[in-house]
């Protein structure tokens, strides 16, 4: 069974991105996650992650649409 929430490490090796990237995620509200603990140490619960991953598959997905690539003349 996998764990309900995840360390933000975890997200990090997850989405193949560095800790740093993740915490600023974080921080500016990108990524849900809440503070746990008396050193208020943050998770992301496993379900919020998915939510997000399939939102910027659809971000990007709207991107490409939106940007096709131009044909080149030769």
């Known amino acids: 069974m996998e764990p309900r929430f995840l360390l933000l490490s975890d997200v990090a090796a997850e989405l193949n991105v560095s800790d740093s990237q993740v915490y600023h995620m ?7 996650a809440i503070k746990i603990g008396g050193r208020g140490q943050w998770r992301v619960e496993r379900a919020r ?3 997000y991953i399939a939102a910027k598959y659809a971000e990007t997905a709207e991107w490409v649409a939106q940007n096709p690539l131009a044909e080149r003349e030769e």
Do not use: A, I, M, T
């Open 26 to 32: 974080v921080r500016r509200g990108e990524l849900p």
């Open 49 to 51: 992650l998915e939510e």
